[in-house]
């Protein structure tokens, strides 16, 4: 497989997918369905649908088994996930997630994360240090434009070309749009505004 410099430098289609949360219960535990959105540069190829838990440790391995276990993973490029965490406090491994899918995977956030308030709720977890750990792990956080990044398995340079790629109208790349907003529907019944 190509290397995303490769398909940066030869203009070729980046194939993505995307990973958001649904909406979800307050309670700790309690399932969370994970949207999975499959994209060529900006358009919408496919979908995948999981599960992990609220607050709990699985994140990681429920985006790798969700991408592995699907006919979409050969052609996957790049993973993109909405934040460093999914469904509450369940952290990603952005390294370890990048290692398992042998692919460069990259964090989006709108804004910049408050890392003091976030370790301040992280303190009432049992394992806060693990947490702590994993959190840490996700390296620096890079600006770019309208939005903030954490990148593992690539360059920030490359992942600041690709974001480029992957973003048709608004903010955020066009992937997570779809994400969140089929995520939001499935659950709710209708797309949120907020996408």
Known sequence: MRSLEDLLRLNKTI??????????????????????????????????????????????????KMLTNSKFYPQTHVVLTDGIAIGGFNIIDLPLLSKSLQRPCIAIMRKLPDLERIDKALQVFSDYQLRKKILQRAGKIYAHDKLYFQVAGCSSMTATKVIDKLIDQGNIPEVLRIAHLIGAAVKTGQSSSRA
């Open 15 to 64: 194939r993505v997918v995307g990973f958001d949360d649904a909406p979800f219960q307050k309670e700790r535990g309690c399932p969370v369905n994970i949207s999975g959105i499959v994209c060529a540069k900006t358009r919408f190829e496919g979908m995948l649908w999981g599960e992990a838990t609220k607050d709990g440790l699985d994140s990681t391995q429920v985006l790798t």
